[in-house]
């Protein structure tokens, strides 16, 4: 099983080329499969086939086109704090992935207490829950059930759907489309041969794209990455750039210099592991040692013991991790846990973002 995984992931990396003699042309095969289904999926909502519910508040979702990561979790925190801080009452819904109560749905904080740990509710819903104090998170597999407890409960003027865009049977006023700006559709395949969830044709259903690690050179090129029938529909797109921007802070919270951890054995659990290590060297971290797991990897104690161990082997006395990753560990660790903490940096974007997100308030 771990082979197959690993060869498909090494796919997702290529240039999308397939021989008919290459084991890839099976993959191929299934990603047509899955692309029609995802295209007939569209199809009949936009024929009306199939209706969408709505929720009795304003609906924003936030999403993307290709598995792995893209900094969802940073723009909707980002979307949070804005609608907060416009006075606007908001809630974050979550499909709570890998979370124990995800298929039933529950409340996972009611911005005041977390009631859940991360093996009930997921790791983003918990650190998004903790992060954001004065706005609940509710969890839910069916989004327009959690959606409704979730204003039932809390009455909000706004729903942020964090992780929604393939979830159209919840009806949303703002689509926003998150695409790493190095590489937004991977090799332009759909699952398994890509990292595409859906066929690209769905870029239609977006109010905006936010490219993410970008510069102005990614919002230019951005519709070069598409085929000729989609280009278009996306010169009519807003396109926006972000970066990421990366602190340090150490197990109370205070943010810490580079000098102040001194050598670190770095670890994480997330879809792009490679781009912790880069974080780290930019902040110009010392890294004495690494290990890095799949996605939403779920740690036991005696992992985290040999964490320990090996950091010691090579010279670390601080564990350093991600924000998603440390609600999980915290509790098991006994050497000083620090932390990368991300947000969204959206420079001479910013007041397009702002404005985007002001539709949904002034309507």
């Given at each position: 099983?771990?082979?197959?995984?690993?060869?498909?992931?090494?796919?997702?990396?290529?240039?999308?080329?397939?021989?008919?003699?290459?084991?890839?042309?099976?993959?191929?095969?299934?990603?047509?499969?899955?692309?029609?289904?995802?295209?007939?999926?569209?199809?009949?909502?936009?024929?009306?086939?199939?209706?969408?519910?709505?929720?009795?508040?304003?609906?924003?979702?936030?999403?993307?086109?290709?598995?792995?990561?893209?900094?969802?979790?940073?723009?909707?925190?980002?979307?949070?704090?804005?609608?907060?801080?416009?006075?606007?009452?908001?809630?974050?819904?979550?499909?709570?992935?890998?979370?124990?109560?995800?298929?039933?749905?529950?409340?996972?904080?009611?911005?005041?207490?977390?009631f859940l740990s991360p093996h009930e509710a997921g790791d983003e819903p918990v650190m998004m829950a903790e992060q954001l104090p004065g706005v609940p998170v509710v969890i839910g597999s069916d989004r327009y059930a959690a959606g409704?407890?979730?204003?039932?409960?809390?009455?909000?003027?706004?729903?942020?759907?964090?992780?929604?865009?393939?979830?159209?049977?919840?009806?949303?006023?703002?689509?926003?489309?998150?695409?790493?700006?190095?590489?937004?559709?991977?090799?332009?395949?759909?699952?398994?041969?890509?990292?595409?969830?859906?066929?690209?044709?769905?870029?239609?259903?977006?109010?905006?794209?936010?490219?993410?690690?970008?510069?102005?050179?990614?919002?230019?090129?951005?519709?070069?990455?598409?085929?000729?029938?989609?280009?278009?529909?996306?010169?009519?797109?807003p396109v926006l750039s972000s970066t990421h921007r990366a602190t340090l802070v150490d197990g109370t919270g205070r943010p810490v210099t580079p000098d102040e951890l001194g050598p670190v054995f770095l670890f994480s659990g997330i879809?792009?592991?490679?781009?912790?290590?880069?974080?780290?060297?930019?902040?110009?971290?010392?890294?004495?040692?690494?290990?890095?797991?799949?996605?939403?990897?779920?740690?036991?104690?005696?992992?985290?013991?040999?964490?320990?161990?090996?950091?010691?082997?090579?010279?670390?006395?601080?564990?350093?991790?991600?924000?998603?990753?440390?609600?999980?560990?915290?509790?098991?660790a006994s050497m000083p846990l620090a932390t990368i903490m991300v947000s969204m940096d959206f420079n001479e974007d910013l007041p397009a973002v702002t404005s985007l997100l002001e539709t949904l308030i002034r309507q």
């Amino acid at each position: 099983m771990g082979i197959m995984t690993d060869y498909i992931e090494r796919a997702f990396e290529d240039d999308g080329r397939t021989s008919p003699v290459s084991p890839k042309f099976a993959l191929l095969g299934l990603s047509k499969v899955y692309g029609a289904l995802g295209r007939a999926k569209r199809a009949a909502y936009e024929q009306g086939l199939l209706e969408a519910k709505r929720l009795p508040a304003k609906v924003v979702a936030i999403g993307n086109l290709t598995a792995g990561g893209t900094g969802k979790t940073p723009m909707t925190l980002f979307a949070a704090r804005w609608f907060q801080q416009k006075g606007a009452r908001v809630v974050i819904v979550s499909r709570g992935y890998g979370g124990s109560l995800s298929k039933r749905g529950a409340v996972v904080s009611d911005g005041d207490v977390v009631f859940l740990s991360p093996h009930e509710a997921g790791d983003e819903p918990v650190m998004m829950a903790e992060q954001l104090p004065g706005v609940p998170v509710v969890i839910g597999s069916d989004r327009y059930a959690a959606g409704m407890e979730a204003c039932d409960r809390f009455r909000p003027d706004v729903v942020i759907l964090d992780d929604a865009y393939q979830h159209i049977r919840l009806a949303r006023d703002l689509n926003i489309l998150l695409a790493d700006g190095r590489r937004p559709f991977g090799n332009g395949h759909v699952l398994p041969r890509g990292s595409l969830r859906e066929p690209l044709s769905a870029l239609s259903w977006a109010d905006a794209v936010v490219l993410t690690r970008a510069g102005q050179g990614d919002v230019h090129g951005f519709s070069d990455h598409l085929p000729e029938e989609l280009r278009g529909m996306a010169a009519s797109l807003p396109v926006l750039s972000s970066t990421h921007r990366a602190t340090l802070v150490d197990g109370t919270g205070r943010p810490v210099t580079p000098d102040e951890l001194g050598p670190v054995f770095l670890f994480s659990g997330i879809a792009k592991n490679h781009a912790v290590e880069e974080g780290a060297e930019k902040l110009g971290v010392t890294i004495a040692g690494r290990r890095f797991f799949g996605d939403h990897h779920p740690y036991t104690e005696a992992e985290i013991a040999a964490l320990e161990e090996q950091a010691r082997s090579c010279g670390a006395s601080v564990l350093l991790t991600t924000d998603k990753d440390r609600v999980k560990v915290r509790s098991m660790a006994s050497m000083p846990l620090a932390t990368i903490m991300v947000s969204m940096d959206f420079n001479e974007d910013l007041p397009a973002v702002t404005s985007l997100l002001e539709t949904l308030i002034r309507q």
